[in-house]
């Protein structure tokens, strides 16, 4: 087992090793004063009682995420048994900057949480399995055919937006209900983005650069808040007091799903392969999630969208 810990360990080193090849020094110092300033925050916020749980409880949410979304658990299966114990140790290393923070400040029961948290997830063992032509349903066609990360991203998670939709509607009464609801859409729809798309799909805006990337994050700012607008409406009937709850994480996402469209055109190669871009897309989520933080994460989408245009001008020079 401990040799088959060191493979694993050593493969996960060079693609560690990989990505810092492909970040580049200026990204990484930005990468690395960003995430400084993420834990300086987050060390700041469990100072109090108030946030300890919440933060803590954010973390293992996006640890379940990354347990459900991963695409090697067959490969861990094969090659380590158990192979609950390797998810173990990457979610740990996760979540060691959060465990160093509420060690200094004596969190004991909430740490106990997040080591039961930890512990619990490895076990999770969830695979959504639905046939392909079940998600073509009339609700695809209501999205506009130019917003086609939309129509690929709400035919793949279709149950699983229609489900936390649903269920934080049912639910408006309790206070978390709808902020939870918009968090976890939020974060799925984030991810419609990760995915790359071919030259011709660029062409057909028949747009220069800067027309194409303003006119793709207008019109998903548009659709993003259609969806949220009942949610938010609902909760303000419900929560007159805590109205700005809701707004706040609007804003956030948004902010969020900005930035991981410029970094996706910031980045976009013809031949589709990019090594940057999911570690990217990690630190804009972490730096998004926090409302302090925000406006750090919309001054580096532009930074990246004029990358965008510089990286894209070559390919769509006749639009220019």
Known sequence: MIFQFGNILRLRCKRFLRFLYFLGIFRLLVVFGLTMLLLSVIYVLISTEKNVYLIASLQLLVCLMIHIKRKDKNFLRIHISPFKISC???????????????????????????????????????????????????????????????????????????????????????????????????LVVADFFIPGESWPMLLSFEKAPEKMLLYKIRRHFLLYAICNLPLIVLFILFHQDLWYIPFIEFLSLSSIHIYMITVKFACFRIDGNNHVNYALYLTGIFIGLIPVTTPFLLLISVYFFQKACTNLKPLLYDYN
Not at 111 to 130: D, E, H, K, S, W
Not at 166 to 177: D, E, K, N, S
């Open 88 to 186: 173990l140790i990457e979610y740990l290393v996760i979540s060691l900057p959060l465990i160093i923070c509420l060690l200094i400040h004596g969190r004991w029961l909430v740490l106990l949480y997040m080591a039961v948290g930890i512990l619990f997830i490895p076990t999770i063992n969830l695979t959504i399995r639905i046939r392909r032509k079940s998600f073509n349903t009339s609700m695809q066609k209501l999205i506009p055919s130019d917003l086609y990360e939309w129509k690929a991203g709400v035919r793949k998670n279709l149950f699983i937006l229609l489900a936390v939709y649903g269920l934080g509607i049912c639910l408006v009464c309790f206070t978390v209900a709808i902020p939870v609801a918009i968090f976890i859409t939020g």
